[in-house]
């Protein structure tokens, strides 16, 4: 079987994955609601949606741009952005399947037609998976440490956590460059705090109390 002709049928699976993840989405919200009830929870929310579509938006974009940079590191030669926003936001959606793994499959598509190796790839999606969690780690202990009522051993193992975190970013890929590795993490950090933002403005809107 050619590569093309493989790149085709990974395309696919990536788009049929998309779609699947999508109608996942609807199973689990029907679920929940009925609609005079999804109503009238958004009705609760809709004052603040341009702010929350706002926040959203400014994380997904800070996102993208920091896995757009770990591609460049390993792509053969430079490519547009739209390239990589395209491809992470269509497999984005396929998150939201049972196993939150599907995304990773659409974006391996997306490999050889930059010029990065399926092992580069895979590489890529562990490295950026792990920067996330790190960069969740720091900014929840920064979040943590303006809150009340967090009991000091918490605030202890937290600090610990980020010890460990940032030693383990340190040597992790030692063939990716470190500067680089520190402005992705301070991106990522932004785009998980402004994800804590949303949810605080949309818990703050359902419970004014």
């Known amino acids: 079987m050619h590569k093309t ?3 085709q049928i990974a395309t696919f699976i990536g788009k049929i994955l998309g779609i699947a993840g999508l109608l996942f989405v609807l199973y689990k ?27 959203n938006l400014a994380s997904m974009l800070l996102g993208i741009f920091t896995w757009r940079l770990m591609l460049h590191n390993y792509a053969a030669e430079p490519f547009n952005y739209k390239t990589a926003y395209y491809y992470f936001s269509k497999t984005e959606i396929a998150k939201y399947l049972p196993g939150n793994m599907f995304h990773f499959i659409g974006r391996q598509a997306l490999a050889s037609s930059i010029g ?18 790190a960069a969740t ?5 920064l979040f943590a440490l303006f809150a009340h009522h967090i009991p000091m051993y918490i605030l202890t193992l937290m600090g610990v956590s980020c010890i460990i ?5 340190h040597y992790t890929y030692p063939s990716f460059p470190a500067r680089e590795k520190i402005r992705i993490n301070l991106l990522l950090s932004v785009s998980i705090a402004l994800q804590g933002i949303m949810l605080g403005v949309i818990i703050a809107s359902l419970s004014p109390e």
Do not use: G, R
């Not at 780690?137 to 202990?141: E, G, L, R, Y």
């Open 5 to 7: 002709q493989l790149k």
């Open 29 to 55: 919200l029907t679920e929940e609601y009925t609609l005079t009830s999804f109503i009238e929870q958004f009705k609760q929310i809709w004052e603040t949606l341009p702010l929350l579509l706002i926040l």
């Open 116 to 133: 990065i190796s399926q092992k580069s790839m895979a590489k890529v999606s562990f490295l950026h998976s792990f920067l996330l969690l």
């Open 137 to 141: 780690i720091f900014t929840s202990t």
């Open 165 to 169: 975190a940032a030693i383990v970013v």
